[in-house]
């Protein structure tokens, strides 16, 4: 009976290091993770009439990157579009793949689409990234850009 009051303080001590570590692993989980880009306010348009050459125009304000792609290629069948980004701080590259869903392909349509999305709180790092863009696996833009 003498050793229960130990076994007690023992069990008590236990259950603090195991409240400890459930916080750290909780506040620890909640961190920002500033290597990750999540696409917000992704609009696009239906065909064009008038195809042109593409043109990319990207944009920094406010801790939000623009993207903004003018007679990007599709097929006329297209049902969205996927926009999948990764940076790598490291190298200070950032690579979006850009690609039109297709259920079903015309394979004797093609016609171009404007797509606009954003990047949000991308806080400002003073530094210049290369950006490279690819749709369908095909680099379409390549260029860098003071963030």
Avoid: W
């Avoid at 990750?36 to 920094?60: A, G, Q």
């Avoid at 039109?100 to 392909?105: E, F, K, M, S």
């Amino acid at each position: 009976m003498q050793n229960l009051p130990i076994f007690y303080e023992f069990m008590k001590i236990i259950k603090i290091i195991l409240i400890v570590i459930m916080a750290v692993l909780l506040f620890s989980s909640c961190e920002k993770d500033e290597n990750k880009l999540t696409v917000t306010n992704l609009e696009y348009t239906d065909c064009l009439e008038r195809p042109k050459n593409l043109k990319t125009t990207i944009t920094y304000y406010n801790n939000t990157i623009s993207i903004l792609h003018e007679y990007l290629p599709a097929n006329c069948n297209f049902q969205g579009v996927l926009v999948t980004p990764t940076i790598d701080e490291e190298n200070k590259i950032i690579e979006i793949d850009v690609d039109p869903i297709v259920v079903q392909a015309d394979l004797d349509c093609e016609c171009e689409i404007n797509v606009s999305y954003t990047f949000e709180n991308f806080y400002k790092r003073n530094a210049d990234y290369t950006f490279i863009i690819r749709e369908n696996n095909q680099e379409i833009y390549r260029g860098e850009e003071r963030l």
